[in-house]
C-alpha cells in the first residue's frame, strides 16, 4: 500500500524545506514519489535535482491541447496513453525516489476530460512504479489538493511559523481539507524555525485550533549558509538540528 | 518459449517499470534525439523469412548506464516488415503498435511511447542473465509476432543502432506516419457504424452529451474518435461510450437515429434532436467545457469564433466568459455552439450553415493556429480578427473591402 503525506500551510513556512527532508529519509526505506504541486516549482531544488520548466505536468497538458488545434498531434495516438508517456518521460529519476512537478494548474474554464485524462495517468504512474510513499509539496493555496488528485491522504502535515498567523492559517487548512476529503488519515502540526519556548499566546492559540502539535523544529543556524552556497537543503548534515527533529516526525509517525 | 532466450515472458512482464537505478542501457526516449519504430507490410518476394538484421554496436558494445558518469542512452530504430495475403497499408499501424506489448512482455524490458517517440528500457539483472544482444530482441519479436498474428505469412527485424543510419531512415518513417495521419483525418462518419458519446460534463450540465465522430471532435477538444473508441473498449460502461450510428436521417445537417437516441436517452428527454453539421435548429449541445464559441452575428448572417483563451471583448461586444455563460448547461443554443477548436478542420464544420467560409471573424491567435486550413480554403486573408476592427460595422467594411466570399454571395449552401 502507498502512503500518501502531504504538506500544507500559509507561505514560506518551510514545506519545501521539511517535505525534501522527509523525501531523502523515506527513500531509504521504500521507494518515494515526490510530487510538486506548487506551481513556482522548488522541491527539485531543495532535493538538488535539475529541472527543465518545459517538463511539468501543466505544460505538459498545454502543450497537447495547443497541438490537437494545430493540427499537429496525430490523431490516432490516444491522448490518454499519450499523457502518461509524456509524465513518464517528466519524471527526474534519483536514488530512491523519483519527482514529478505538476507546475500551472490549468486556467479558468472546465477541464474534466483532460483532468480525468491526468489522474488516470498519475494513478497508473504509482500502480506501475509500485511507489511506497509519495510526499507531496503543496502550494499555499491548496489548489492540487482540492483537484488533481483523487488520491487518500494518509498523514497531512500542516506547518506554521511560530506566528499567530500561521497558526490561524494552520487551523483554516485543517478544516478546508477536511471538507474537500473526506479520507485524511492522520493530521498534524509542526511548528517551525522555533526560537526557545513557544509564547502562551502561541500556545493558547495552537489548543483553540484543535491541532495535535507532532513537533517543533528548532532556527537551523546553517541554513542561510547553505542557501548562500546554493546547496540542496538535504546536503544538511545528519545530526544538525533540522535533520535530526524531521528524523523523529518520520519515526514517531511510524511511516 | 524458455530455455531458448536469456529472459521469461508472458503479461505479467507488462507492468515492470525499469527505473534509473536497474537501468543497464535505454534506447531513445528524452534524452535520445534520432529513434523510431515502424512496421511495413511488403510483398514475400521482399522479405527473408525470419530474418534478424542488427545494423551498428549491439548491447555488449556499447558503454552502460553508469551512477556516477551517466551516459547508457542511444539511439535506435526498430523494423518490422510483414507480409500476408490478407495484410493490407492499415494494418501496419496495428501492427508497430505490437512492438510496445510484446517488449514489455520481456522480463527485464521496458518500452514507452510510440513511432518517433519510443523509449526501451533493459534492466542490469537482464544483462546479467545472459540478454546481451539485440539479435534476441529480434527473434522473440518474431516468434510473438508469428504466434500471435497468424495473419502475418513472413516477417523480418531490422533493429539499427548506428546513429547516421536512423537519421538517414527517420524522415521516410515521418513521411509514413504523416501519411496514416492524413488517412486518418480523411475517415468520414459515412466510413463508421460507432459513433462515440461522453457525459463527464454530466455533473453540471445534466442534459449535455457530447457526440464524437470521425467528423466532430468532442466539444473540449480533448477526446476524438479515436479516443473515445479507446476508452469505449477499456471500460464500456464508463462516461465515454459507444453509440451505434443508426439511420442517416439527413446527410447535409448530419442528424443520425442513433444520435438522436442517445440525445433523448441522456438529456433526459430535453432534446430528442440532434444536428452535428449545423448551428441552427438544433445544434449540438454546450456543456461548459468548449474551448471556443461560435457565435452568430445577425448584421453579416454569418459567424465569428471566440475562444476562451482570448481576454478581450469580440467583434460583438461580448467576452468569451460572458457568451459562454449564456451558452453552457448542457442546452441547444441556435446560433451558439461550444467546440473543440480542432473541429475547424472538419470537412463537415458546420456544413449544413455554409462550412468555414461563413466564418467572419475570430481571434488573432485561433487564425493563426487553423492558418493552414483556412489557407487552403482562400480564406485566410478574408476573416477579420481583434487588430483588423473593433465592431460590427467595421466588420462589415472589412468584409466588403476583401471581398469576403459569404458576403459577396459566393458561398452555396448544400442541398
Ligand atoms: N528550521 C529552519 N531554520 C532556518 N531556516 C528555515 C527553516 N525551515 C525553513 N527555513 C527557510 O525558510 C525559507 C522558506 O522555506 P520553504 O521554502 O521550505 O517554505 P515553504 O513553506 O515551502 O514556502 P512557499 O510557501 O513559498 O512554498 C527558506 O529560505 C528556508 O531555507
Ligand atoms: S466536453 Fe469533453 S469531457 Fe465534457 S462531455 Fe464533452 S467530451 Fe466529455
Ligand atoms: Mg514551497
Known amino acids: 500500500m502507498t502512503k500518501t503525506i502531504a504538506m500544507a500551510g500559509k507561505g514560506g513556512v518551510g514545506k519545501t524545506t521539511v517535505a525534501a527532508l522527509i523525501v531523502k529519509l523515506l527513500s531509504q526505506k521504500g521507494l518515494v514519489l515526490a510530487v510538486d504541486a506548487d506551481p513556482s516549482t522548488n522541491l527539485n531544488q531543495a532535493l538538488g535535482l535539475p529541472l527543465d520548466d518545459s517538463q511539468t505536468v501543466g505544460r505538459i497538458r498545454e502543450k497537447m491541447t495547443e497541438d490537437v488545434s494545430r493540427g499537429t498531434l496525430s490523431p490516432t495516438i490516444v491522448k490518454q496513453e499519450y499523457l502518461f508517456g509524456k509524465i513518464v518521460e517528466s519524471l527526474a529519476e534519483s536514488k530512491g525516489f523519483d519527482l514529478i512537478a505538476m507546475g500551472r494548474p490549468e486556467g479558468p474554464g472546465c477541464y474534466c476530460a483532460s483532468n480525468r485524462f491526468l489522474r488516470t495517468s498519475l494513478d497508473k504512474l504509482v500502480q506501475d512504479h509500485e511507489y511506497d510513499y509519495i510526499v507531496m509539496d503543496c502550494e499555499a493555496g491548496l489548489e492540487h489538493i482540492s483537484r488533481q488528485t483523487t488520491r487518500d491522504i494518509d498523514v497531512l502535515l500542516i506547518m506554521s511559523d511560530p506566528t499567530i498567523r500561521g497558526i490561524t492559517a494552520a487551523a483554516r487548512m485543517k478544516k478546508l481539507i477536511e471538507e474537500l476529503r473526506s479520507n485524511v488519515g492522520k493530521t498534524g502540526l509542526i511548528v517551525n524555525r522555533v526560537k526557545g519556548e513557544l509564547s502562551p499566546e502561541i500556545k493558547r492559540a495552537i489548543e483553540e485550533s484543535g491541532l495535535e502539535v507532532l513537533a517543533l523544529i528548532p532556527e537551523e543556524p546553517d541554513m542561510s549558509d547553505l542557501e548562500m552556497k546554493g546547496k540542496p537543503v538535504t546536503d544538511l548534515p545528519q545530526e544538525s538540528p533540522l535533520q535530526s527533529k524531521v528524523k523523529e516526525i518520520v519515526e514517531s509517525l511510524s511511516l | ?415
Open chain 2, 1 to 415: 518459449m524458455e530455455g531458448e532466450f536469456h529472459a521469461d515472458m508472458g503479461p505479467q512482464y507488462e507492468g515492470e517499470v525499469i527505473r534509473k537505478e536497474d537501468l543497464y542501457i535505454e534506447f531513445g526516449g528524452p534524452k535520445v534525439a534520432h529513434k523510431f519504430e515502424l512496421a511495413t507490410v511488403k510483398s514475400p518476394d521482399e522479405i527473408e523469412n525470419e530474418k534478424v538484421e542488427i545494423i551498428g554496436p549491439d548491447l555488449d558494445d556499447l558503454q552502460p548506464y553508469d551512477e556516477e558518469k551517466g551516459g547508457g542512452s542511444y539511439p535506435i530504430a526498430v523494423l518490422v516488415d510483414v507480409a500476408g495475403g490478407e495484410l493490407d497499408k492499415d494494418a501496419e499501424a496495428i501492427i508497430e503498435r505490437r512492438i510496445h506489448m510484446f517488449t514489455n512482455m520481456i522480463e527485464g524490458w521496458y518500452h514507452m511511447n510510440q513511432r518517433q517517440d519510443v523509449w526501451m528500457r533493459i534492466n542490469k539483472d537482464c544483462y546479467k542473465k545472459g540478454f546481451t544482444s539485440l539479435r534476441e530482441l529480434g527473434e522473440i519479436y518474431i516468434l510473438l509476432y508469428t504466434s500471435e498474428m497468424s495473419i502475418i505469412e513472413s516477417i523480418q527485424v531490422t533493429i539499427i543502432t548506428d546513429e547516421k543510419k536512423i537519421e538517414e531512415l527517420l524522415p521516410h518513417a515521418l513521411e509514413v506516419y504523416a501519411a496514416r495521419d492524413e488517412r486518418a483525418r480523411t475517415l468520414n462518419d459515412e466510413d463508421v457504424d460507432t459513433f462515440y458519446g461522453c457525459v463527464l460534463c454530466q455533473s453540471f450540465a445534466p442534459t449535455h452529451i457530447s457526440i464524437i465522430t470521425p467528423n466532430r471532435i468532442a466539444n473540449c477538444g480533448a477526446i476524438n474518435w479515436f479516443d473515445g473508441r479507446a476508452a469505449a473498449k477499456i471500460d464500456p460502461d464508463g462516461p465515454i461510450f459507444a453509440i451505434p450510428k443508426g439511420e442517416l436521417i439527413d446527410a447535409i445537417k448530419g442528424e443520425y437515429s442513433g444520435a438522436n437516441a442517445i440525445e433523448a436517452e441522456k438529456s433526459l428527454g430535453t432534446y430528442d434532436r440532434v444536428y452535428l453539421y449545423s448551428a441552427f435548429e438544433h445544434p449540438h449541445t454546450s456543456c461548459g467545457c468548449f474551448e471556443a464559441i461560435v457565435y452568430y452575428i445577425p448584421e453579416a448572417d454569418a459567424f465569428g469564433v471566440v475562444n476562451r483563451d482570448f481576454k478581450g471583448e469580440t467583434v460583438v461586444g461580448e467576452t468569451f466568459s460572458h457568451m459562454a455563460g449564456e451558452t453552457s448547461g448542457g442546452k441547444q443554443i441556435e446560433g451558439r455552439l461550444g467546440t473543440g477548436l480542432e473541429q475547424l478542420r472538419s470537412p463537415k464544420f458546420i456544413q449544413a450553415d455554409g462550412g468555414l467560409a461563413r466564418i467572419v471573424w475570430m481571434p488573432k491567435d485561433i487564425k493563426e493556429r487553423v492558418k493552414d486550413a483556412l489557407e487552403a480554403k482562400g480564406l485566410y486573408d478574408k476573416i477579420a480578427t481583434e487588430e483588423d476592427v473593433k465592431n460590427v460595422d467595421e466588420l462589415l467594411e472589412f468584409l466588403e473591402k476583401v471581398g469576403h466570399p459569404w458576403i459577396k454571395g459566393e458561398v452555396e449552401l448544400p442541398t
